[in-house]
């Protein structure tokens, strides 16, 4: 039974993905902030597969070792999905808190970055994000961020040949984080994430190059 650790796996995009590898027999160990969602969601992927959830922050070292620990052995597969959007609304930033942009970082650059070097696994899914790549007014710390994680996912690739290092974009989702972003804005019209979890598939299953990747551009290929 292959081995994953999933980030962020209570709800939107790290949620959906946890419930097609259940799906497909992998042994899961899940994660997030808040205990409630974390379990109800251990509760139902248990009727499918083996399932460990530890509620904490992943910029926790102790939460991070924990995580490492209950995989035990071979971690097959690691999925970096946890992460933060910062203020809402989001500051420009040049008026951006730096003490908060430093949590910023900690969460969505450090934090995948020290999973990574735990965890040793096989194959790494750093999910990304549109705003690393495009200058979005108001996304400067979140977008500087996934920027950051993107270009330490190539580091990591270009040093270890062997193994598989994928930054992926997945596109547009509803999802409450991006609903942090446009506070008081109907977002219903955005896909769920469910739209986005093929493409995810796609480079946990298949034997594609290191690399980003658009989520939904590996479907429609």
């Known amino acids: 039974m292959s081995t994953a650790i999933v980030t ?3 709800r939107g995009l790290g949620l959906a993905l946890a419930r097609a590898l259940a799906e497909r027999g992998w042994r899961l160990v899940i994660d997030a902030r808040e205990p409630g969602p974390l379990n109800e969601v251990a509760t139902e992927l248990a009727l499918t597969t083996n399932v460990a959830a530890l509620p904490g922050d992943v910029a926790d070292p102790e939460h991070r070792a924990a995580l490492v ?5 071979r971690i097959d597969l690691l999925v970096n999905n946890a992460s933060i959007l910062g203020p809402s609304p989001q500051p420009a930033l040049a008026d951006y808190p730096l003490d908060t942009l430093e949590h910023v970082y900690r969460v969505n650059v450090l934090a995948p970055l020290a999973l990574i070097q735990l965890a040793d696994a096989a194959r790494v899914l750093n999910v990304s994000s549109d705003a690393a790549v495009e200058a979005y007014e108001g996304w400067g710390g979140y977008g500087s961020a996934k920027a950051a994680l993107d270009h330490l996912t190539a580091i990591l690739a270009a040093e270890n ?3 598989r290092f994928y930054a992926v974009d997945p596109g547009d989702m ?7 972003a446009f506070p008081g804005e109907d977002i219903s019209d955005r ?3 469910e739209d986005s979890v093929p493409g995810l598939l796609a480079l946990i299953e298949g034997d594609l190059p290191s690399g980003r990747y658009r989520a939904k551009a590996l479907v429609a290929a």
């Open 8 to 10: 962020g796996a209570s």
């Open 69 to 73: 620990a209950a995989a035990g052995g």
């Open 161 to 163: 040949p062997a193994k």
């Open 174 to 180: 509803n999802t409450r984080l991006h609903q942090e």
């Open 191 to 193: 896909p769920p994430p």
